[in-house]
Every structure is written in structure tokens, then in C-alpha cells.
């Protein structure tokens, strides 16, 4: 804790300063983020620092795995799908993106078999929701026998049944029908910070280039 609290102390006093009118600015005209950015909790997948990105720009969603349930999941609370609706009802953000990574606990929980509902009952829930990604593991990627590797390939695939749920949203929907609304897939490399794009015309993830 007292790094976090010597954290906001230098933040304060050696940072604000850059940022001081934006924040003035967002203060006064409130949030219009560009982006709805979905990734995973994980504490290595740093979404404004990995995009460049300024307070105001990014309305981020980071939960276990970056998992996105379809709209139909009743009975649960559900807060990523609570910020989806949000995100493309009320604020109007002209992307999502769905952004996976390497080396990633969630996935590796996912194909090791989930943890025991009467331990973490609301995990193993949570995981449930990706049982198709590991079907899928199971289905097309038996070749890989490297634990790491098949980590990386349910990642892949998890992003894809995400881009593939979040078309269940009406709000989503309808402003992918109206062509206000983009969907984008992509990894992130935690070692290299290398981010890869989804291709669905080639089904490949791309590294991302300037041009
Ligand atoms: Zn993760």
C-alpha cells in the first residue's frame, strides 16, 4: 500500500502538471471516449499505457480473462455487459476493441480444468462462460502439445467468441447495422509489447503496423 500511496503523492507532484487542463477540460465536458476497450485483469495488460492513450479517451473494461458473455445470460449480475450497453447506448463510442494476451491465467485455468465451485464459485462460473473456447482447443488445435502455445491459441479464440457475442447486444447491433459502430480483435505480446490484429478474411491475428 505505501507504494500506491507514494504513488498518488508523485503523480501529484510531478505529473499533473502535464495533464492538468485535460483534466479540466474532461471535468467540465465530461467523458466522450473514442474506444470501449475490453482486455483482462491481468495487471501486465496496461490498456492506455499500450495505446498511447490520454484520460477521456479509453472507456476500459478489464475482467478475468476478458471474457464477454452473450446478451441472452440471465440471472446473473454482469457488469461487462452492463458497461457494453453503456459504452455503445449512452456514450456512443465508435470502436470496441477485444483484446487478448500471451501468457494469459485465465486461459491457462480454462484448459487445466476450472477451480472448484466450492472454493471460487464465482471464477469457475466466470470461466464457464469460455467453454467454447476450449472445445474448440480441443477440436482444431491438437497439434500443440506446448502448454504456452496452446494458452496463446485459446486466447485467440477466446477473442473471437468474444466479437462473436458482442454482436448479441442490441445496442451493438444496431450500430454495426447503422455502420456507427467497429469491432476489432487483437493480442497483446507481453514480453515484446507487440500488438496483433484479427483478420476474419484470413482468420489470422497480424502484427499491427503504422501504415
Ligand atoms: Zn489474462
Not at 14 to 36: A, V
Not at 100 to 112: N, R, V
Not at 168 to 181: E, F
Amino acid at each position: 500500500m505505501q507504494e500506491l500511496i507514494e504513488g498518488v503523492y508523485k503523480f501529484r507532484q510531478e505529473d499533473f502538471g502535464h495533464y492538468r487542463e485535460l483534466f479540466q477540460r474532461l471535468s467540465k465536458k465530461g467523458q466522450h471516449p473514442h474506444t470501449l476497450f475490453i482486455t483482462c485483469a491481468d495487471s501486465r495488460v496496461p490498456a492506455m499505457l499500450m495505446t498511447h492513450s490520454e484520460p477521456g479517451d479509453l472507456f476500459v473494461v478489464k475482467n478475468v480473462g476478458n471474457i464477454i458473455p452473450p446478451s441472452d445470460l440471465t440471472h446473473a449480475t454482469n457488469s461487462t455487459a452492463a458497461a457494453i450497453e453503456f459504452a455503445t447506448g449512452v456514450l456512443g463510442v465508435g470502436d470496441i476493441v477485444v483484446c487478448g494476451h500471451t501468457q494469459c491465467g485465465a486461459m491457462h485455468a480454462l484448459l487445466d480444468g476450472e477451480p472448484k465451485d466450492s472454493e471460487m464459485p464465482h471464477l469457475g462460473q466466470w470461466l464457464r462462460l469460455a467453454q467454447p473456447v476450449r472445445d474448440t482447443l480441443a477440436e482444431h488445435y491438437l497439434h500443440l502439445t506446448d502448454h504456452e502455445d496452446r494458452a496463446t491459441a485459446a486466447a485467440g479464440e477466446n477473442v473471437r467468441l468474444g466479437l462473436k457475442n458482442l454482436r448479441t447486444y442490441p445496442t451493438v447491433a444496431k450500430r454495426l447495422a447503422d455502420g456507427s459502430l467497429q469491432l476489432h480483435g487483437w493480442m497483446f505480446k507481453i514480453a515484446t509489447a507487440e500488438v496483433f490484429a484479427y483478420e476474419p478474411e484470413s482468420g489470422q491475428f497480424t502484427p499491427i503496423n503504422h501504415d
